[in-house]
């Protein structure tokens, strides 16, 4: 078939506005990793763009040394670990004994599942129900209040149903209890699936700054996205007092904001690597994800 | 098939016993589901009840059974409060701009990528494009902070390189910037991996319907017209549902992160943040409570009207 000019013109445009949007999409995290890796008082001058002017690991070097950051990292690192083993674990026993038909008041338990995804007791009450339940300023704080969700129940649900029931016939014929058959055939069954969901999971707790912002004060308890937001915050300010003050200070705070700002994109970085090592790898799980989901619906 | 002897036994058991006996048999099964509903019930229902509070005078010493109730007070107060207005027009402003843009944004990204022939291409821009979604909103706010930064920001250097501007711009401490800032940023981190639902729905089309067309002379653009957008239709009308349904929920981590700075409120105000400030930083409970239960109010009737207009349509979410 002849491809017309018009349709010539309209396919490099798409290609050029394609690259653009690949090159804004990628250039920030570029951009803050290039200050990372520059000189703190060489940034201040401005004009680093795509390549380090000033290669240092100054910043990177401080940020390691800096115990409450490599604290925030452990946490971060702990609640993702434990968070996510323990909802998806929890999440598919649930799931499971949802699946079978055979299970007495099936109907109602759902309705009370699916109420849940549309109607919420919002920010405040349930900011009080923790409060009441003494879990402020715990590690569990992080962990506990999300450990089951309805969403990935009802995916997960959906899964085991697909799964032949002879399967389990048999192995139920041959002895095997219900958890037997949950732990011995359906899960392993189940990997693209638990990986997909694991994914998710991991990647919300990792992200997660707000929750410990307004359950946890105790710093030693604070994971690295929280650390990153106070950091940021106070740069702002300093970047204003800059503006503020007069001439000799204002300079001396601009170094303070310059430099701080260096020190934020270093940390940027680490909070960003995990995320970006497993990145690559599930890839194909997450399009998948996605599909679960919109089949759901 | 034949049966196994036990199991016929079971079933007509089964069939026979009460409904008492049956579930106390099925014990290993209601294991599984009962631990994780009484969770839900904690987590979920009681604080569905603890919305009450926004007709009480909630006190933390007297706790929820102990507070005097006030009827609607805390609602004729946020009615009347000076800043309710703002809020308001913040909050459809926002809402607005956010559905305007960011959401025909993926659907023109997934035709586009659609087009695309060269596989390698089409996996790198997938594959950049979606990763900003993984990134947290205090990471992207970062990013945010640093592009529009005076010192060094990239946004700056382009803008005085062009000779647009003179002196760098401080664009975050300037309200009339702000919701171009939040919808940008909204679209940037977002605008590939809500595209993968489309692209999905397009892979579903028809490709004798493209060759039909291409035989009578359509052109490409003709095409992503006449054939590829009516075939996903369903798909966009559901997902523009959705977002009706959530049009009160203008942001929250984006703007509490983005306007943090007091100059912003004007500007940044939205119910939802307003909560948060008045309730978990003011310990206003119940006042709280009640301007966040106005917005759900408000969100469960734009839910239901969006699908009432979808069902005229033949397209519903239920």
């Known amino acids: 078939m002849k491809s017309s000019t018009g349709d010539k013109i309209l396919l490099s445009s798409i290609y050029t506005l394609l690259a653009l949007l690949a090159f804004l999409s990628f250039y920030p995290f570029w951009n803050a990793a290039v200050i990372s890796f520059n000189n703190g008082t060489d940034t201040m001058k401005g004009g680093i763009t795509f390549w380090p002017r000033q290669f240092s690991l100054e910043n990177y070097r401080v940020v390691f040394e800096d115990n409450r950051l490599i604290n925030g990292f452990i946490i971060s690192v702990l609640r993702t670990v434990i968070g996510t083993i323990s909802s998806i674990a929890v999440t598919a026993i649930f799931a499971y004994g949802m699946s079978k038909s055979e299970l007495i008041g099936r109907k109602p338990y759902m309705v009370l599942c699916v109420i849940t995804m549309y109607f919420s007791g919002g920010l405040i009450p349930t900011f009080l129900l923790i409060r009441e339940l003494h879990m402020f300023n715990t590690f569990w704080v992080m962990v506990i209040p999300g450990l089951i969700s309805v969403w990935n129940m009802i995916i997960f649900r959906t899964f085991f149903k697909g799964i032949p029931a002879g399967l389990e016939e048999s192995s139920k014929i041959d002895g095997c209890s219900n958890w037997g058959v949950l732990f011995r055939i359906i899960l392993p069954l189940s990997g693209p699936v638990v990986a997909t969901l694991a994914l998710f999971t991991a990647v919300s707790h990792w992200n997660d700054w707000f929750t410990p912002s307004i359950y946890i004060s105790d710093s030693t308890l604070m994971p690295i996205q929280t650390k990153l937001q106070q950091i940021l915050n106070s740069n702002i300010m300093s970047e204003q007092m800059a503006q503020m003050d007069s001439a000799a200070q204002g300079r001396m705070n601009r170094m303070k904001a310059v430099t701080s700002k260096s020190l934020s994109m270093a940390t940027m970085m680490v909070a960003t690597l995990p995320i970006l090592c497993v990145y690559p790898f599930v890839q194909k799980y997450f399009v998948k994800g996605v599909m679960v989901g919109s089949l759901k619906e | ?318």
């Not at chain 2, 586009?112 to 909103?137: A, C």
């Open chain 2, 1 to 318: 098939m034949q049966k196994v002897a036990y199991q016929v036994e079971r079933e007509q058991k089964i069939r026979t016993d009460s409904l008492m006996k049956r579930f106390i048999m099925q014990w290993d099964l209601q294991l599984m589901v009962l631990p994780a509903l009484l969770f839900i019930i904690v987590f979920s229902y009681i604080p569905m009840y603890g919305v009450l509070m926004a007709f009480q005078d909630y006190n933390l010493f007297k706790g929820f059974a102990g507070s005097p109730w006030v009827g609607f007070k805390h609602f004729e107060m946020f009615f009347k409060a000076p800043e309710f207005w703002t809020i308001i027009r913040n909050t459809i402003v926002i809402s607005l701009l956010k559905l305007l843009i960011g959401f025909p944004a993926p659907i023109i990204l997934a035709l586009m990528l659609n087009e695309i022939k060269s596989r390698v291409f089409k996996r790198t821009v997938q594959t950049i494009s979606y990763l900003p979604h993984f990134l947290s909103w205090v990471i992207v706010s970062g990013f945010v902070m640093s592009m529009l930064s005076t010192e060094n920001g990239s946004v700056n250097m382009l803008l005085q390189k062009l000779s647009l501007i003179q002196d760098p711009v401080n664009f975050l401490s300037l309200p009339k910037y702000f919701w171009s800032i939040l919808v940008t940023t909204g679209v940037w981190k977002e605008i590939g991996f809500s595209s993968i639902v489309y692209l999905a729905a397009i892979a579903g089309v028809d490709p004798h319907m493209h060759e039909a067309a291409a035989i009578d002379g359509a052109s490409r653009l003709r095409q992503m017209f006449s054939i590829t957008l009516p075939s996903i239709l369903p798909v966009i009308i559901i997902f523009l549902i959705l977002a009706v349904g959530n049009l009160l929920s203008a942001g929250f981590e984006d703007i509490l992160l983005l306007g943090s700075n007091p100059v912003l409120r004007d500007v940044g105000d939205v119910i939802d943040t307003y909560v948060y400030r008045i309730g978990i930083q003011n310990n206003r409970y119940s006042y709280a409570t009640a301007a966040g239960l106005f917005k759900s109010l408000i969100g469960v009737f734009l839910l239901v009207g969006a699908n009432y207009a979808a069902r005229k349509s033949g397209n519903s979410l239920w």
